[in-house]
């Protein structure tokens, strides 16, 4: 069966329905192509035995243009604000938590570095400047601080953003801002300090009544008719009028025609489709984390949590958990009154392998009870596995996003976005897509 649309969206994510209502807002005609039974992608929320559960992102930084979005979509009064506590965060060293600051005159009081350390913070300023070569993170703030600073803070915060490695992480892609502090002022440290409002610290945290999945609930409402799930894209080929894009769906294969196409799906599905053969090259270029989210449930007495987000755990550490956040501290509404809800995560880059293993699951449980002293049993509520789920911008990142543009360049109709192109949270990919929805008309 043969339909025509005006603008094709394959994926329906937080980009592909954000770029979906846009369009539909502005008068314009859309079909979402998204190829499993539900909308949202990695953002999903369910209720079990009282509590509220996020089962990707657990939050979401406030932004001017998300702010405008919630109003438009009618959400203020289901939106819930981050506790004060949140701004306290912690690390992980022999099972102790540590809370710690960003602010450099704050790591010199802690007990968390070594006195070397501390001196290797403190004459930063007057390293050298290093070439413009791309860099991975891990080389930059090693060659910047020194190992222990690059071990015990940065691998946590970027294990905690990318599931990654620091080793392979393009700081040209993950963080720019710090190879411009050491171009413009020969330091990270008098950097930050002369732009303390750069790194997007100090905005709201919210989540919403229900979970994050009220925001993509939202955004899909108004253009539910044009959404089609479990559809299944076998080819996409370039007309004289546009696109033609063939896909599976309820045992059939379907046909829909546009003049315009946005490409919301992660990058490694593209694989085998007519339009990208001269992409194939870049399909294996594109590694994604994968990351297994664990949702425990305790009663309060069980343990004496500190005020705080959560923690995140280096890899030199070798426990079996990335982080933990506390998401009935963040957010009290989560969780029954004397019950207290966290939000664990294990695999990435450094447990691929083992990423959905129960020997995995059971040890980051042990060491959460350790780290947190935590007593008696813990429930584990929910468990999900997200295969493939944050692409990892690694060294050489970079050619991979100027063929990228080069194709688009090439089809003026056509946009990439989602995740491998913007930033990697919520926020990021919705503001991107907002932009390529715009450009393409």
Not at 9 to 25: E, F, S, V
Not at 40 to 67: M, Y
Not at 314 to 342: D, H, M, N
Not at 415 to 428: E, I, K
Request: charge should be positive; glycine fraction near 10%; include cysteine.
């Amino acid at each position: 069966m043969n339909k025509r649309t005006e603008v094709t969206i394959i994926g329906g994510g937080a980009a592909g329905l954000t770029a979906a209502y846009d369009l539909h807002k502005k008068g314009r005609k859309v079909v979402v192509l998204e190829a499993a039974e539900r909308t949202g992608g990695v953002i999903a929320s369910r209720h079990v035995e009282g509590f509220d559960l996020d089962l990707g992102p657990n939050s979401l930084q406030v932004t001017t243009a998300l702010e405008e979005l919630i109003k438009a979509l009618g959400l203020e009064s289901a939106v819930l604000e981050a506790a004060p506590v949140s701004r306290n965060r912690y690390l992980v060293k022999q099972k102790r938590l540590y809370a710690l600051s960003p602010h450099p005159l704050a790591l010199l009081k802690s007990p968390y570095l070594s006195l070397a350390a501390k001196g290797r913070l403190l004459t930063e300023r007057f390293r050298p400047k290093g070439g413009s070569e791309d860099q991975s993170v891990g080389a930059f703030f090693a060659r910047r601080f020194g190992h222990e600073i690059c071990q015990a803070m940065v691998d946590p915060i970027f294990s905690g953003i990318y599931a990654g490695d620091i080793d392979k992480l393009s700081l040209e892609q993950v963080l720019p801002i710090a190879a411009r502090w050491e171009k413009t002022y020969g330091s990270v440290t008098k950097g930050l300090l002369q732009e303390k409002g750069a790194l997007k610290t100090g905005r709201r945290v919210i989540n919403f009544e229900g979970g994050l999945e009220r925001l993509v609930s939202a955004l899909a409402a108004p253009v539910s008719a044009f959404i089609e799930t479990n559809a299944r894209v076998t080819d996409v080929r370039s007309t004289a009028g546009g696109y033609r894009v063939t896909y599976a769906r309820g045992g059939e294969d379907h046909v829909l025609e546009s003049s315009h196409l946005i490409w919301a799906a992660p990058l490694n599905t593209l694989a085998g489709l007519s339009l990208f053969e001269g992409l194939r090259g870049t399909f294996g270029e594109v590694d994604y984390a994968s990351v297994r989210v664990l949702h425990v449930a305790l009663p309060q007495d069980n343990l004496r949590l500190p005020a705080g987000f959560g923690f995140l755990v280096p890899s030199r550490e070798r426990l079996s958990l990335l982080g933990c956040i506390f998401s009935s501290s963040v957010f009290p509404s989560k969780a029954p009154q004397g019950q207290v809800l966290l939000t664990v995560m294990t695999g990435g880059a450094h447990q691929a392998a083992a990423v959905e293993s129960q020997v995995l699951e059971r040890d980051a449980l042990n060491d959460l009870r350790d780290i947190l002293h935590i007593q008696g049993e813990v429930r584990v509520l929910h468990a999900h596995t997200w295969n493939r789920a944050i692409p990892q911008k690694n060294l050489g990142y970079a050619w991979l996003l100027q063929v990228l543009e080069a194709f688009e360049q090439s089809h003026p109709r056509f946009r990439f976005v989602g995740s491998a192109l913007s930033g990697v949270s919520v926020g990021d990919c919705m503001a991107y897509a907002s932009q390529a929805a715009a450009a393409i008309l």
